[in-house]
Structures are given as structure tokens and as C-alpha cells.
């Protein structure tokens, strides 16, 4: 079974407009992470913002904010106010135990004028 | 700072041949990391290790070998490189402890024909 699941592949959105992309997890371990990390054309990785398990509030890091819900398993990447700069591959990752992160397949957010 | 370095960016080799990806950190972290991304695949983890000396198996480990002689370097090793490793690698670094995200190096491409 996928530890991670981003099932958009692909998500458009207007330029100023907010947009939501997905993840799902699935573990045991009541000690885990939740990392967002974007990747552009140009191919570097990007952190973007972390949640714990055992944080009570959802993280935020300027325009991104984590919309965390611990039973549903869900951490889903909310970006407000879109910027053409923005059109990127997003992906979700997982840390359990204390070292390793497992990713999600991606979401490719592309941001029209 | 450099962050984390990759060498080389790019490599064609033959089936059979052999070759070593370098990658260097410049911030002192302990745990260090190498992945492979393959189109519609996210990232999967090689290799990993969490200090000096120190290396183990991520989750797709065959065909490849690491080392980690010095804290500032990992070193990926393809013995005999086949056309199914063609890929992007990546190397990752950070610092121990929980919350800590991984910074990552430009990538390595790599094509084997």
C-alpha cells in the first residue's frame, strides 16, 4: 500500500486565486512528519513547510499553510493567492521513524494569467 | 555557503560501465541521503546515512553502493550500470533531529544506453 497518495495529477488555477493540493498518509508510527517540498521546471527541490504529528496547530509559512487533520490522515498544501511563479511539481512527504522521508507521486499545479 | 553539491550534472554511460555520483555539503549535517526520480515515480530513496561511517539500505537499494568516509561527503557507486538506472539523482542532507527538512542538491542526470 502507497504511504503517501497525492491523487491529483494535475490542478489549474487562476493567478490570485487560492488552491488546495491533496495528500494522504498511511502509518502505524504515532510519531511521524509531513513535509511539502516544490520542484520547478528547472528541477531543484524546495522545502516549503512541516507539520508534526504532535503539533496542535496547522503549520503556516507565509502564502502556504497545511491544512492538517490527524483522522482522516490527511495534510493537504493550501497555497493563497496564486503567482504564475507558482506552476510547479508538489510533492508530499512522509517522515516516520527518524531519519527517512517517503514522497507521493507529485501534483502538477500550473498557474494561468 | 555552497549547500549541497552534486558531481557531475550530467552522464552518459554504456551498459557495464561503471561510475561514481559525488555529493558534498558544506552546513556540518549529520544524516545524508540519495534518491532516484523517475517520471510519474516521486522520489525513492537508494541509500542513506546518518553519520560518518554509517550507511543503509532505502527502498530500492540493488545495483548501487555507497560510502560515507568523511561527515561533508556521500559518495553513490553504480558497479555495472544498466539502462533501468537511468534516471535523476539526488542527493539530499540535514540536520539530526525531528523536525529538520532535507536540503537538497541540484540532481544528476544520467543516462544509460
Known amino acids: 500500500a502507497q504511504k503517501i497518495t497525492q491523487t491529483q495529477p494535475g490542478m489549474f488555477v487562476q493567478e490570485k486565486e487560492a488552491v488546495t493540493l491533496d495528500c494522504t498518509y498511511d502509518?502505524?508510527?504515532?510519531?511521524?512528519?509531513l513535509f511539502w517540498y516544490k520542484q520547478p521546471s528547472s528541477g531543484e527541490m524546495i522545502f516549503l513547510i512541516y507539520?508534526?504529528?504532535?503539533?496542535?496547530q496547522n503549520a503556516t509559512e507565509g502564502r502556504y499553510s497545511l491544512n492538517f487533520q490527524k483522522a482522516r490522515k490527511s495534510a493537504n498544501l493550501v497555497i493563497s493567492a496564486s503567482q504564475l511563479g507558482d506552476s510547479a511539481m508538489y510533492f508530499c512527504?512522509?517522515?516516520?521513524?527518524?531519519?527517512?522521508?517517503?514522497f507521493g507521486k507529485g501534483t502538477m499545479l500550473l498557474v494561468s494569467p | 555557503n555552497a549547500g549541497v553539491t552534486q558531481t557531475p550534472k550530467f552522464r552518459v554511460l554504456k551498459t557495464g560501465q561503471s561510475m561514481t555520483l559525488l555529493c558534498a555539503q558544506d552546513?556540518?549535517?549529520?544524516?545524508m541521503y540519495w534518491y532516484r526520480q523517475d517520471p510519474g515515480m516521486g522520489l525513492r530513496l537508494i541509500h542513506y546515512s546518518v553519520g560518518e561511517g554509517t550507511t543503509a539500505k532505502g527502498e530500492v537499494p540493488d545495483g548501487y553502493n555507497v560510502s560515507r568516509l568523511k561527515k561533508q561527503n556521500f559518495l553513490l557507486g553504480l558497479e555495472s550500470a544498466a539502462p533501468s538506472q537511468t534516471s535523476v539523482y539526488f542527493c539530499?542532507?540535514?540536520?539530526?533531529?525531528?523536525?529538520?527538512?532535507?536540503?537538497f542538491g541540484p540532481g544528476t542526470r544520467l543516462t544509460v544506453t
Open positions: 539530499a542532507s540535514r540536520v539530526a533531529g525531528d523536525a529538520y527538512e532535507q536540503y
Open positions: 552546513m556540518n549535517h549529520e544524516y
Open positions: 512527504a512522509m517522515r516516520e521513524g527518524y531519519s527517512t522521508l517517503t
Open positions: 507539520q508534526g504529528s504532535y503539533d496542535q
Open positions: 502509518t502505524s508510527d504515532p510519531s511521524y512528519g
